[in-house]
Nanobody, 120 residues
Framework: QVQLVESGGGLVHSGGSLRLSCDAS????????MHWFRQAPGKQREFVAG???????NYGDSVKDRFAISSDFPKKKVYLQMNALKPEDTAVYYC??????????????WGQGTQVTVSS
């Protein structure tokens, strides 16, 4: 149906930057919003950032002023620019999309995640 594929994760030193990408594909009629979540070992999945098709963005408190979400909805892509990374940003980062299928109906889809590790 719909696939979300994240890329851009890796190992970076504290204070460094990474840019994550997420590509959506499949029988997508439209995308209402795309989000990034993260999950660190032993912790619950946490909202990081989101963007709607109208361009409205919102961020989790822990990443405000450091991370920036952007998108290219016609190309079904979303990005997360992460600056001033801290060791506590270490987590698996997941892409999420609210999608209307060509066959009808609206659904949430998740990618498989990309690991981000920030060393101190």
């Amino acid at each position: 149906q719909v696939q979300l594929v994240e890329s851009g994760g890796g190992l970076v030193h504290s204070g460094g930057s990474l840019r994550l990408s997420c590509d959506a594909s499949g029988n997508i009629a439209s995308i209402a919003a795309m989000h990034w979540f993260r999950q660190a070992p032993g912790k619950q999945r946490e909202f990081v950032a989101g963007i709607t098709s109208g361009g409205t963005t919102n961020y989790g408190d822990s990443v405000k002023d450091r991370f920036a979400i952007s998108s290219d909805f016609p190309k079904k892509k979303v990005y997360l620019q992460m600056n001033a990374l801290k060791p506590e940003d270490t987590a698996v980062y997941y892409c999420n999309a609210g999608v209307v299928l060509t066959t009808g109906g609206g659904y949430d889809f998740w990618g498989q995640g990309t690991q981000v590790t920030v060393s101190s």
